[in-house]
């Protein structure tokens, strides 16, 4: 009896071996505790803050040793520590690249170093390092239709003639930077009325949003729209608004992506108008995928992760559970 299942233990093992080194990929046996790595690329918003915590919450009943870092912004760092995770024998490695190119041989050492990675929210450039390949899978939102769903709920919701847009971008060269600019600019400037007048980085980050919306305020005092990569810029603009007179969500709509809490009581209040939802609450669905695949299955190459939109019809039944 105990053969027969030490037989079948051994074949489902081989089997497992061979569908993933049939793909390339480093295979993960199936096991009581997994020393993980997790690389977080900075803290500085709510939302960073809230995707480690799922982690560290995830650790104990996924039977994670969980090694987590923080690159403090620096894609640089988060390469050297995932270099230092992997010198620590880490079982697998999840991964958020800061941006999409330079994060590419972080994840290809890796690989080499017989370690399955998961990419966790955001992507690298599909160019360079392809899921299936060169990393397990993707695990995330679909930023382009996040974009999308921000132009759309403007183009039903502006009430002007004209709507003179500034766009605030994320991180340049990230990939929710690209693919949230792309989603919402061709979907908006399909329709007359829009024009985007200016379109710079805010890095994600609330300060620097509300320092570059002063700048663009002064120099395009006519906008009505502010469209915002993320909910820390969002709240930023608000601020530069405010402090230059204007009365966001009278005169001018703020549009973004995420769904914080602070966005979500804005939009209570009245100063926002939508915020598309961008969930970090990423260790569940890490754990769920790890498991999946040391139990042998091939993973598709995308996890997709399905998101809401929060306006002032629901804004009010959500913010108890916004971080
Ligand atoms: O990758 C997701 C984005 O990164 C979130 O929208 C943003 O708040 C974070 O920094």
Same mark, same amino acid.
């Not at 569908?19 to 480093?26: D, K």
């Not at 990393?135 to 004209?162: C, H, M, P």
């Given at each position: 009896?105990?053969?027969?299942?030490?037989?079948?233990?051994?074949?489902?093992?081989?089997?497992?071996?061979?569908?993933?080194?049939?793909?390339?990929?480093?295979?993960?046996?199936?096991?009581?505790?997994?020393?993980?790595?997790?690389s977080q690329m900075e803290s500085n918003?709510?939302?960073?803050?809230?995707?480690?915590?799922?982690?560290?919450?995830?650790?104990?009943?996924?039977?994670?040793?969980?090694?987590?870092t923080d690159a403090a912004g620096s894609a640089a760092k988060q390469v050297a520590d995932v270099d230092s995770m992997i010198a620590?024998?880490?079982?697998?490695?999840?991964l958020p690249p800061r941006e999409e190119k330079p994060l590419i041989p972080a994840v290809k050492k890796a690989?080499?170093?017989?370690?399955?990675?998961?990419?966790?929210?955001r992507?690298v450039d599909?160019?360079?390092?392809?899921?299936?390949?060169?990393?397990?899978?993707?695990?995330?939102?679909?930023?382009?239709?996040? &974009?999308? /769903?921000? #132009?759309?709920?403007? %183009?039903?919701?502006? @009430?002007?003639?004209?709507? !003179?847009?500034?766009?605030?971008?994320?991180t340049t060269g990230s990939?929710?930077?690209?693919?949230?600019?792309?989603?919402?600019?061709?979907?908006?400037?399909?329709?007359?009325?829009?024009?985007?007048?200016?379109?710079?980085?805010?890095d994600?980050?609330?300060?620097?949003?509300?320092?570059?919306?002063?700048?663009?305020?002064?120099?395009?005092?006519?906008?009505?729209?502010?469209?915002?990569?993320?909910?820390?810029?969002?709240?930023?603009?608000?601020?530069?608004?405010?402090?230059?007179?204007?009365?966001?969500?009278?005169?001018?709509?703020?549009?973004?992506?995420? &769904?914080? /809490?602070? #966005?979500?009581?804005? %939009?209570?209040?009245? @100063?926002?108008?939508?915020? !598309?939802?961008?969930?970090?609450?990423?260790?569940?669905?890490?754990?769920?995928?790890?498991?999946?695949?040391?139990?042998?299955?091939?993973?598709?190459?995308?996890?997709?992760?399905?998101?809401?939109?929060?306006?002032?019809?629901?804004?009010?039944?959500?913010?108890?559970?916004?971080?």
């Open positions: 009896m105990k053969r027969t299942l030490l037989l079948a233990t051994a074949i489902a093992l081989g089997a497992m071996t061979s569908m993933a080194a049939a793909a390339g990929l480093p295979p993960l046996e199936e096991k009581e505790r997994y020393k993980v790595g997790f918003n709510p939302w960073r803050i809230a995707e480690t915590k799922s982690f560290h919450d995830t650790a104990e009943s996924c039977g994670w040793d969980l090694i987590a620590q024998g880490i079982d697998v490695l999840f690989k080499a170093a017989g370690i399955p990675t998961f990419l966790v929210d992507s599909p160019n360079a390092a392809k899921a299936g390949e060169d990393y397990v899978s993707f695990l995330g939102s679909d930023f382009i239709d996040q &974009g999308k /769903r921000v #132009a759309e709920w403007t %183009i039903e919701n502006f @009430k002007g003639d004209k709507g !003179v847009i500034v766009e605030l971008e994320g990939s929710p930077a690209n693919d949230r600019k792309k989603g919402f600019d061709d979907r908006i400037l399909q329709d007359e009325r829009f024009e985007i007048v200016a379109s710079q980085t805010g994600f980050a609330r300060d620097l949003g509300r320092q570059v919306m002063e700048t663009l305020l002064q120099a395009h005092p006519d906008v009505n729209i502010v469209y915002a990569h993320n909910d820390e810029m969002a709240i930023g603009a608000i601020q530069a608004l405010e402090l230059a007179g204007r009365k966001p969500g009278e005169d001018v709509l703020v549009v973004s992506i995420d &769904g914080t /809490r602070d #966005a979500l009581q804005a %939009i209570i209040d009245g @100063k926002m108008g939508v915020t !598309v939802e961008s969930s970090p609450f990423f260790g569940p669905l890490a754990c769920a995928t790890m498991k999946r695949y040391a139990a042998g299955e091939t993973i598709e190459p995308w996890v997709q992760v399905e998101d809401r939109i929060f306006t002032p019809e629901n804004a009010a039944d959500h913010i108890d559970e916004a971080y």
